[in-house]
C-alpha cells in the first residue's frame, strides 16, 4: 500500500543484487524504494502508480535502458530519471540525456553520490507540486 506524503523510487536493474544493493543505499523513512528486474515490469509498475524517481540501467535483456527511457518520457515528460551503467560512452550519456534522462552515473559509483543525485531529483519533484517551494510537505 502506498503511504501518503511518501516519495515512490523505482530501481530497475537486470541484476538483482544491483538492485537490492541501490534499494539499501536509497531507503529512508521518507521513501518506498521498489525493484524491477525488467524494463517491461518497470513499465507495468509505474503504470499501476507512477513513481517520482527512477534508477534506471542502461543495459537490460528485452527492454533496453534507454528504450524504457523513451518510453517513461512519453508517458510522463516531467519523470525524474536517472541512467546508471557499467558501460559508459560518451555516445550514451549524450543519447540518455537527449532523451531526457536527468543523469547519467557511471557504476561503479559511490552511495553519497547517488544519494545526492537521488535528493535533487526528489527536490525537483517537490517544486513541481502545487504549491512547491523546494521546500518538501
Not at 39 to 48: T, V
Not at 71 to 84: E, F, Q, W, Y
Amino acid at each position: 500500500m502506498i503511504k501518503p506524503g511518501k516519495h515512490r523510487i523505482l530501481v530497475v536493474d537486470d541484476e538483482l543484487t544491483v538492485c537490492k544493493s541501490i534499494r539499501q543505499v536509497l531507503l529512508r523513512e521518507d521513501c518506498d524504494v521498489d525493484i524491477a528486474p525488467s524494463g517491461e515490469e518497470a513499465l507495468r509498475k509505474d503504470a499501476e502508480a507512477p513513481y517520482d524517481v527512477m534508477i534506471v540501467d542502461l543495459m537490460m535483456p528485452g527492454l533496453s535502458g534507454l528504450d524504457l527511457l523513451k518510453m517513461l518520457k512519453a508517458r510522463n515528460p516531467k519523470a525524474r530519471i536517472i541512467m546508471v551503467t557499467g558501460y559508459p560512452t560518451m555516445r550514451n550519456t549524450l543519447q540518455a540525456m537527449q532523451l531526457g534522462a536527468m543523469d547519467f552515473l557511471p557504476k561503479p559509483f559511490l552511495p553519497t553520490t547517488l544519494r545526492n543525485l537521488v535528493a535533487a531529483a526528489l527536490q525537483a519533484v517537490d517544486e513541481d507540486k502545487p504549491g512547491g517551494s523546494g521546500a518538501a510537505g
